[in-house]
């Protein structure tokens, strides 16, 4: 596999770009812009007094309720190297997202659209990350390297309520040799209520293979008041007990790269200061203001990119996130709180991502 970095840039390889999008479907040699007016539901009536090859189907159009799409089925060997796409604000946990490769029986990325571009709340998160950037208003992108071997297929289905009048997409890829140290990439996203009685919520249940841990993204939703972020990640390698982690970490805000709550003056205002960098961020904080009740903060948007630092495991790997505040003695606090999170991994075979569970329990309580 062919990777380009700031050391590689000007040397030549055998790579083949290729680029599929809603005007190249196939994304084959000399067949974009071949649309013209009126071909199908696709093309665009502003497009009528120009013509075919300018802008005459320009995204996926008109995705109706239970309709699946298919974004991309490229035979390989070759790499996914960028994805973008976009679509109109508020549909972006309605939208399944999922990649099948070498036309394994399941699907190894499954999560709903906005998680996987770490924009699980609104889809207006700001990210300035190496792996995934997020531009306004809404443009999504994604650098995550997918080798594939055989074939790659990555599918969209609208599991929401309502028509989804546009979804706009480019994927580029190279076609080339996968070489055997080359593995895939996979994403499992999970949401779970935490209790009191075990305030834990699962990250990665535990998967079986050789690889290793790629990234987070943590979407915590808080049903208690006060500080949320007093837990420790945890991660489970190679047969590792279940109270007896290889790698236990200090804080929840300790493992996104923060540090006393993202709180810059305690004296004077407590509320978190957010970022992106390209490998820790924490861009979204999402403030809730009622008369009532004061403002508080019930959405936290949070990620951390393992690339300088991949969780490498052999058997298995299993990741956990305790959800855990402070009472007011002084004691750790167990907290009820709604979570969702993303994994990122990479397996040296294509294995089954987790199902997505019903739309309707995708999105806080």
Same mark, same amino acid.
């Given at each position: 596999?062919?990777?380009?970095?700031?050391?590689?840039?000007?040397?030549?390889?055998?790579?083949?770009?290729?680029?599929?999008?809603?005007?190249?479907?196939?994304?084959?040699?000399?067949?974009?812009?071949?649309?013209?007016?009126? +071909? /199908? @539901?696709?093309?665009?009536?502003?497009?009528?007094? $120009? %013509?075919?090859?300018?802008?005459?189907?320009?995204?996926? #159009?008109?995705?109706?309720?239970?309709?699946?799409?298919?974004?991309?089925?490229?035979?390989?060997?070759?790499?996914?190297?960028?994805?973008?796409?976009?679509?109109?604000?508020?549909?972006?946990?309605?939208?399944?997202?999922?990649?099948?490769? +070498? /036309? @394994?029986?399941?699907?190894?990325?499954?999560?709903? $659209? %906005?998680?996987?571009?770490?924009?699980?709340?609104?889809? #207006?998160?700001?990210?300035?990350?190496?792996?995934?950037?997020?531009?306004?208003?809404?443009?999504?992108?994604?650098?995550?390297?997918?080798?594939?071997?055989?074939?790659?297929?990555?599918?969209?289905?609208?599991?929401?309520?309502?028509?989804?009048?546009?979804?706009?997409?480019?994927?580029?890829?190279?076609?080339?040799?996968?070489?055997?140290?080359?593995?895939?990439?996979?994403?499992?996203?999970?949401?779970?209520?935490?209790?009191?009685?075990?305030?834990?919520?699962?990250?990665?249940?535990?998967?079986?293979?050789?690889?290793?841990?790629?990234?987070?993204?943590?979407?915590?939703?808080?049903?208690?008041?006060?500080?949320?972020?007093?837990?420790?990640?945890?991660?489970?390698?190679?047969?590792?007990?279940?109270?007896?982690?290889?790698?236990?970490?200090?804080?929840?805000?300790?493992?996104?790269?923060?540090?006393?709550?993202?709180?810059?003056?305690?004296?004077?205002?407590?509320?978190?200061?957010?970022?992106?960098?390209?490998?820790?961020?924490?861009?979204?904080?999402?403030?809730?203001?009622?008369?009532?009740?004061?403002?508080?903060?019930?959405?936290?948007?949070?990620?951390?990119?393992?690339?300088?630092?991949?969780?490498?495991?052999?058997?298995?790997?299993?990741?956990?996130?305790?959800?855990?505040?402070?009472?007011?003695?002084?004691?750790?606090?167990?907290?009820?709180?709604?979570?969702?999170?993303?994994?990122?991994?990479?397996?040296?075979?294509?294995?089954?991502?987790?199902?997505?569970?019903?739309?309707?329990?995708?999105?806080?309580?």
């Amino acid at each position: 596999m062919q990777g380009i970095t700031q050391l590689s840039i000007a040397r030549l390889g055998s790579g083949k770009t290729r680029s599929i999008s809603a005007e190249n479907p196939t994304g084959g040699k000399g067949l974009g812009a071949g649309a013209a007016p009126g +071909d /199908d @539901a696709w093309c665009s009536e502003a497009a009528g007094a $120009l %013509g075919r090859s300018w802008k005459v189907r320009p995204c996926l #159009r008109h995705l109706e309720p239970g309709q699946t799409a298919v974004l991309a089925d490229i035979e390989g060997p070759g790499v996914v190297q960028h994805i973008w796409c976009t679509v109109l604000a508020d549909v972006h946990r309605f939208i399944s997202w999922e990649v099948t490769y +070498d /036309d @394994a029986p399941e699907p190894s990325i499954r999560t709903p $659209l %906005g998680d996987f571009f770490a924009n699980g709340i609104d889809g #207006r998160a700001l990210i300035a990350s190496e792996p995934i950037a997020v531009n306004p208003k809404g443009g999504m992108n994604s650098y995550w390297p997918m080798p594939f071997r055989k074939r790659f297929k990555l599918t969209i289905r609208n599991d929401g309520p309502k028509t989804i009048p546009e979804v706009f997409y480019q994927i580029t890829y190279s076609l080339e040799e996968v070489g055997p140290e080359a593995a895939y990439l996979h994403a499992s996203w999970s949401r779970s209520l935490t209790t009191r009685e075990h305030p834990e919520h699962v990250i990665l249940d535990k998967v079986s293979g050789r690889g290793h841990y790629a990234g987070t993204y943590l979407v915590w939703n808080q049903l208690s008041n006060g500080w949320w972020g007093e837990g420790e990640v945890k991660f489970f390698i190679d047969g590792d007990a279940e109270d007896a982690p290889t790698i236990c970490g200090t804080g929840t805000e300790d493992y996104f790269g923060g540090a006393w709550g993202f709180v810059m003056d305690h004296e004077r205002d407590l509320r978190p200061t957010t970022y992106t960098t390209p490998y820790l961020g924490y861009p979204q904080a999402v403030y809730d203001s009622t008369p009532k009740s004061g403002p508080r903060i019930p959405s936290h948007g949070l990620y951390r990119w393992h690339l300088p630092d991949p969780v490498r495991f052999v058997t298995d790997l299993r990741v956990t996130v305790q959800a855990l505040g402070w009472w007011p003695n002084g004691k750790y606090q167990p907290l009820t709180d709604d979570l969702a999170s993303t994994a990122f991994y990479y397996l040296a075979e294509p294995g089954a991502a987790a199902a997505l569970p019903p739309v309707e329990e995708r999105f806080a309580r």
